[in-house]
């Protein structure tokens, strides 16, 4: 289980042990700050948001994303995955929201 998740500029540290004491994974791939992280506990992914204009998808578990996807044109300032939603949503500064199937990532 994902205990938490912080940031560090422009990583992502994910703890998958609970009450560890110590980060557990170092999740790389942002090369912006990041501005927000959402976990599916459905799916067990995390997603990633930040100023790079780009919305990665981690498996908690490796250290490698999943998939970098590109679908926005200015800084992303949110991510959530609905409980129960077979997707997760971005939304950027200039105010436009994506709809992403979480099974595919379209």
């Not at 599916?40 to 990665?56: A, E, I, M, N, R």
């Not at 996807?69 to 950027?92: A, K, R």
Request: aromatic letters at 12%.
């Amino acid at each position: 289980t994902l205990a938490w998740a912080s940031f560090m500029g422009d990583a992502l540290v994910a703890v998958s042990i609970e009450l560890a004491k110590e980060p557990t994974k170092k999740l790389e791939g942002h090369k912006k700050a990041i501005r927000e992280i959402a976990y599916s506990l459905s799916y067990k992914v995390l997603v990633s948001v930040g100023f790079d204009f780009q919305v990665f998808v981690w498996n908690p578990y490796w250290e490698k994303e999943i998939i970098k996807l590109d679908g926005h044109e200015s800084p992303l300032v949110g991510v959530n995955c609905p409980v129960g939603l077979e997707c997760f949503i971005t939304c950027d500064t200039k105010g436009m929201v994506n709809v992403w199937n979480i099974k595919d990532y379209s």
